[in-house]
C-alpha cells in the first residue's frame, strides 16, 4: 500500500520543483540563522541566492560529522531550544555523540515518512508490530513507533534485550511484524530454537531490519528461519532515524528514498565529486524539510548506489540499492578493501554455517592479518579431521577470491561469539593505526 | 558389529577436555575408550562410553557440537604381530583406514583396536572372513 499517494507518486518534473523550492528555503534558514553554515559558505564565495537550481547543491560545502562534534551539543540548532521539542543522540563510541533535535513539525514529518516506510514493507493498520528497536537516546525505538501509530498498527514497545520474554510475548499478543536489527532476530530465531519453540507458533508474516548493513544470504537466513519476509530499512539519526529510504515488498530490491524530504547524491568519497546517477559511492543527503536540525550535503559514510528506473510498486522516488558497508567499517586489509556484509555473504553462502561471525584482525611486523572465526554447527561437525579441515580450505578460498589474500580461519565452539541485542559487533581491529 | 562412539568439537583452549570430562563424571558415566585428534587450531576428542545417548545429551547441554558415529572394535592377542595382521588383511583388500585407536584389556592377555572406516560393512566382512574377532558394542562397554 502507498500511505501517501499524492508525494509517493509524484512526477518526477514536479518533484524536482517542489525540491528546488525546499532546497532554497533550506539553504537560507541555514545561512541566516547558523553561524557555523554562514562561514562555511562565505569561504567558500557563496550566498543563499547563488542556489537556482538543483545543480547548484553541488557547489555547497559537505558537513561532516566532524563538524556537528565541533559544535556539539546544539550549536548546529537552527531554531532556540523553545522550538525543540526533542533531542536524540548517536551511541557515539568514538567521543562525544552527535546530538539531533526535532520541533514539533519535525516530529510529524518524521512520523509520516516512517509511516510511509512501513506501508512499503506490507504494515497495516490491524498488525501487531514488536517494536524491538531500542528506544531512548537511539532514534530507532521511538522513530518506528511513531510511525507505527500513525499507521494506526497496534504497537509492542518492547526494546531490545530479554530475548525469551520477547518470545512469549510475540506468540501470546500474535505479533505480525518484528521490527529489530537484523543480528538481533537472528538471536531470536536461535532463542527459539533453544527453547524448542517452532516458527510455526508465532504469526510473524514481515521483518522490516535495519541500523546495520546485512548481505542477501542473511536476508534468506532469517527469513527461512522466522518464517516472514525480511524487508530492509535505511535512516541515521542526523538526517532524521529510520525512515530514510525503504525497500518495497512488491520489487524488495533498493529502497525508495523519500525524496520530497532527503535529497540524496552519490559522490566519489576520495574527491568528493558528484557521479553519474548509477554508479557505486558515498551516500550524501541534504534534508529539504527538517526544521531544528537541517543538514546539507551530510556525508554518511555509507556506500551505495542510485537506481533511476522505474519501480513495479509505482513510487517515482529514486531507490538506492541495498548498502554494502561504510567507509568507516571497510577494512583496508594489505591495501583491499574489504567490508564485513561482503565475508558474511561468503560464510553464509557455505551450507551449515551459522550467521554468527567474528573478524578480527592484527598487523605482525608490517603485515596484516585477518581471522575470520565461526561457529562450528552440528550439521558441519564431522569425527574426521579431515573434513573440518575441507571446510576451513573452502572457506578461506572463497575469502581469497574476495579479497586476494589469504585469511586464517578459526573454528569455534557454538555460542562462543557474543550475540546482538541491537547492533552486532562484527569487527575487531587490533591494529594501531 | 558396531560400537557407538561420540565425537566432540575441541576449541583450541585451556580447559575444554577438563569441561567434558568433569560433565560425564558428574553424570556418572564412564568412558570406555579415547582419543584425541589434533591439528594446530582445533581437536576431535571421540569417545565409547557406558551410556552413549546419556553422554550425547549431556554433552550437548553444556553446549559442545557432538556427533554421533560408528566404529568397528577388533579384539587381538597383546603380543607383537597383533595389530600388524590385522592392518595387512585390510590393506591386502585395500580398505582404508580413516582412524584408529588401541587399548589393553586389563581383565585378559588381549588388546582392542578401535577402527574407523568409510563402509564398515565391508569391512566387518573381510575382518570376519579372516577370523579376526569383531567385538560387539555389548563387549567393548562392559570391558
Known amino acids: 500500500m502507498i500511505w501517501n499517494e499524492e508525494f509517493e507518486t509524484l512526477p518526477r518534473e514536479q518533484l524536482e520543483n517542489l525540491q528546488l523550492k525546499r532546497l532554497k528555503d533550506l539553504v537560507e534558514r541555514s545561512y541566516y540563522r547558523v553561524k557555523p553554515y554562514r562561514e562555511k559558505m562565505d569561504e567558500a564565495g557563496l550566498k543563499p541566492e547563488h542556489i537556482k537550481s538543483l545543480a547548484d547543491l553541488q557547489n555547497l560545502p559537505f558537513t561532516t560529522k566532524d563538524f556537528l562534534r565541533d559544535n556539539y551539543p546544539f550549536g548546529l540548532f537552527t531554531l532556540p531550544l523553545d522550538q525543540v521539542v526533542r533531542v536524540h543522540a548517536s551511541s557515539g563510541t568514538t ?12 516530529i510529524e514529518t518524521w512520523a509520516e515518512v516512517m509511516a510511509r516506510a512501513l506501508a512499503c514493507g506490507g504494515v497495516h493498520r490491524g498488525d501487531v508490530v514488536h517494536n524491538a528497536y531500542g528506544y531512548g537516546l537511539f532514534t530507532g525505538g521511538l522513530g518506528a513507533h511513531y510511525g507505527a501509530e500513525k499507521l494506526g498498527a497496534t504497537v509492542v514497545p518492547i526494546s531490545g534485550g530479554q530475548t525469551k520474554r520477547q518470545i512469549m510475548i510475540m506468540q501470546d499478543f500474535g505479533s505480525t511484524v518484528l521490527l529489530a536489527t537484523p543480528s538481533y532476530a537472528l538471536n531470536i530465531a536461535d532463542t527459539m530454537v533453544d527453547m524448542g519453540v517452532d516458527g510455526s507458533s508465532l504469526s510473524l508474516r ?8 546485512w548481505s542477501e544470504n542473511m536476508r534468506e537466513e532469517v527469513e527461512k528461519k522466522l518464517g516472514l519476509k525480511a524487508i530492509d530499512i535505511y535512516g541515521l539519526s542526523e538526517i532524521i532515524g529510520p525512515g530514510v529510504s525503504m525497500e ?6 533498493g529502497l525508495h528514498i523519500f525524496e520530497d524530504h532527503f535529497m540524496p547524491e552519490i559522490i566519489d568519497p576520495d574527491t568528493g565529486e558528484v557521479l553519474p546517477m548509477g554508479e557505486e559511492g558515498e551516500l550524501v543527503f541534504t534534508t529539504l524539510t527538517k526544521q531544528a536540525f537541517p543538514l546539507i550535503r551530510y556525508r554518511t559514510k555509507d556506500i551505495t548506489r542510485l537506481i533511476a528506473e522505474p519501480c513495479v510498486c509505482g513510487r517515482t522516488f529514486v531507490r538506492m540499492e541495498k548498502i554494502t558497508g561504510r567507509t568507516d567499517d571497510m577494512l583496508i586489509i594489505r591495501g583491499v578493501n574489504v567490508f564485513p ?23 605482525e611486523g608490517s603485515m596484516d592479518t585477518m581471522e575470520v572465526q565461526v561457529e562450528v554447527s552440528e550439521q558441519l561437525f564431522s569425527d574426521e579431521v579431515k573434513n573440518l579441515e575441507n571446510l576451513s580450505k573452502r572457506i578461506q578460498a572463497e575469502i581469497k577470491d574476495l579479497i586476494g589474500s589469504t585469511c586464517k580461519i578459526t573454528l569455534v565452539e557454538p ?8 547492533k552486532a559487533k562484527r ?3 587490533n591494529r594501531n593505526v | ?31 570406555r575408550a579415547l582419543s584425541v585428534a589434533d591439528t594446530a587450531d582445533f581437536g576431535i576428542l571421540r569417545l565409547i562410553v557406558d551410556d552413549t545417548d546419556k553422554a550425547t545429551r549431556v554433552l550437548k547441554e553444556e553446549g559442545f557440537t557432538v556427533a554421533k558415529g560408528v566404529v568397528i572394535a577388533v579384539e587381538v592377542a597383546d603380543k607383537p604381530g597383533g595389530l600388524a595382521r590385522v592392518l595387512s588383511v585390510l590393506h591386502e583388500a585395500e580398505i582404508n583406514v580413516e582412524y584408529m585407536y588401541a587399548f589393553v584389556e586389563k581383565s585378559s592377555e588381549n588388546a582392542v583396536l578401535i577402527f574407523r572406516f568409510d563402509d564398515p560393512d565391508i569391512a566387518i566382512t573381510i575382518l570376519q572372513n579372516a577370523g579376526i574377532k569383531i567385538l560387539t558394542g555389548e563387549e567393548v562397554r562392559a570391558i
Open chain 1, 95 to 106: 567521543g562525544k555523540p552527535t546530538v539531533v533535535g526535532y520541533t514539533k513539525r519535525d
Open chain 1, 415 to 422: 555460542k562462543t561469539i557474543q550475540r546482538s541485542e541491537g
Open chain 1, 341 to 363: 556484509t561482503q565475508v558474511e555473504h561468503v560464510l553464509m553462502g557455505v551450507e551449515g554455517v551459522e550467521p554468527h561471525y567474528q573478524i578480527i584482525v592484527n598487523r
Open chain 1, 248 to 253: 518495497c515488498i512488491e520489487a524488495q530490491h
Open chain 1, 427 to 429: 569487527v575487531i581491529d
Open chain 1, 206 to 213: 514481515v521483518g522490516i531490519f535495519g541500523a546495520e548493513p
Open chain 2, 1 to 31: 558389529m558396531k560400537v557407538d562412539q561420540i565425537a566432540v568439537f575441541l576449541e583450541n583452549k585451556s580447559g575444554r577436555l577438563a569441561a567434558i570430562t568433569k560433565a560425564l563424571s558428574d553424570n556418572n558415566i564412564n568412558i
